[in-house]
């Protein structure tokens, strides 16, 4: 049995605030030290074998298929349903067994708060916002408790490629026990760095925060901008967690987006030609580039413009500076009038 000194317990007490504090102290540089998990290489067999861009055939067909269910049945597990409690809904994607969570700044908002997390077998378990970056839309999380928690591999930074086919997986509307995480597919549009992964996945509200899966079950990706069309859906690079992930695990939020800004009031066209310019704002890109009221607009670039939704999903993958080819109908002429974008201004 053993037996308690009185000296050293009034030592323990007078201890024990001591010891408290260190522990309070030092618990931010532990998660400003917290290293990342490692990127998983392809085995040189799958690296030099990868699925056809464009199947030519019912085998690569059937090929591509197996390779979707694997990825889903693989990943379905740690892909969670973020719920906030006054601020709705959002998906994220465990890939630590110690709990972190990628998912998107927009979704977790502030550092240092606590959200629900609600896995596919219906438990719910308490986690930690920490960083975000504002300007790429990266935010992390954490899982409170020990583990080990299911978890996913995430890709090296820059092993995607334009016409790549991509896993999208998400909780759209927000959580529903009577199905898992809901799985498209599709293939990689764009990538451009500031604007992101730009990809033709379906998804809708509930999907923010979501992963992005390549065929091989790693994530490269993280659902961001989720746009009105199917080719206007914009994720956020896993290079952008990798390179920020020592202020993400630190809890620090920087970062501000910026959003281009063309200069025009638009409205339906009544010959249903475009989208009509109502108004042209006084020293804006679409001034400098001459665009004038009545002005019927065309086309932005080579995307067609039938009306002005069309219009602000294009703008939404530009940034401030881009120059964008504007086709306008003026009368009966057609004219190319390039503009100069320029910025939203901050409030």
């Given amino acids: 049995m053993p037996v308690f000194h009185p000296e050293a317990t009034r030592l323990h007490r007078r201890t024990l605030p001591l010891i408290g504090g260190l522990l309070a102290a030092l618990l931010p540089l532990s998660l400003a030290a917290a290293d990342p998990p490692a990127p998983l290489p392809l085995p040189p067999a799958e690296a030099d074998a990868p699925p056809p861009l464009a199947p030519e055939s019912i085998e690569q067909l059937r090929e591509l298929q197996a390779r979707v269910e694997r990825v889903a049945r693989d990943t379905a597990a740690a892909t969670v349903a973020l719920d906030l409690r006054y601020s709705g809904t959002g998906s994220g994607v465990i890939i ?45 999380a954490k899982l409170e408790g020990d583990g080990p928690w299911p978890h996913v591999p995430i890709a090296p930074a820059g092993s995607l490629d334009v016409g790549q086919w991509v896993v999208a997986l998400g909780h759209p509307g927000g959580f529903a026990p009577e199905r898992p995480a809901v799985v498209r597919l599709g293939r990689v549009i764009r990538v451009r760095p500031l604007v992101g992964i730009q990809s033709d996945c379906s998804l809708i509200g509930g999907d923010s925060g979501g992963p992005l899966f390549d065929l091989h079950g790693r994530v490269v990706g993280i659902h961001s901008r989720i746009g009105r069309g199917p080719r206007t859906n914009i994720h956020v690079p896993i290079a952008d967690y990798l390179e920020s992930w020592e202020r993400l695990a630190a809890g620090r ?43 019927i607009i065309l086309a932005l670039d080579e995307v067609a413009t039938r009306d002005s ?38 409030r």
């Avoid at 501000?256 to 108004?279: C, F, H, N, T, Y």
């Avoid at 703008?315 to 306008?328: A, I, R, T, W």
């Avoid at 009966?332 to 320029?342: D, I, K, R, S, V």
């Fill in 96 to 140: 630590s067994e110690d709990g972190y969570i990628l998912t998107a700044a927009h979704v977790i908002g502030d550092a240092d708060r606590i959200l629900q997390v609600r896995f596919p077998d219906g438990q719910v378990h308490p986690a930690r916002t920490l960083g975000s970056d504002q300007r790429s839309d990266a935010g992390l």
């Fill in 253 to 295: 939020q920087w970062g501000e987006r910026k959003s281009p800004l063309l200069g025009v009031a638009l409205g339906p066209d009544p010959a249903d030609r475009g989208v009509l310019i109502q108004q042209v704002l006084r020293r804006s890109a679409a001034a400098r580039a001459g665009l004038r009221r009545g002005d």
């Fill in 309 to 346: 939704d069309t219009i602000l999903e294009h703008m939404s993958l530009q940034l401030p500076g881009d120059v964008v080819q504007v086709h306008v109908l003026r009368g009966e002429t057609q004219l190319t009038l390039p503009a100069t974008l320029g910025e939203v201004p901050t």
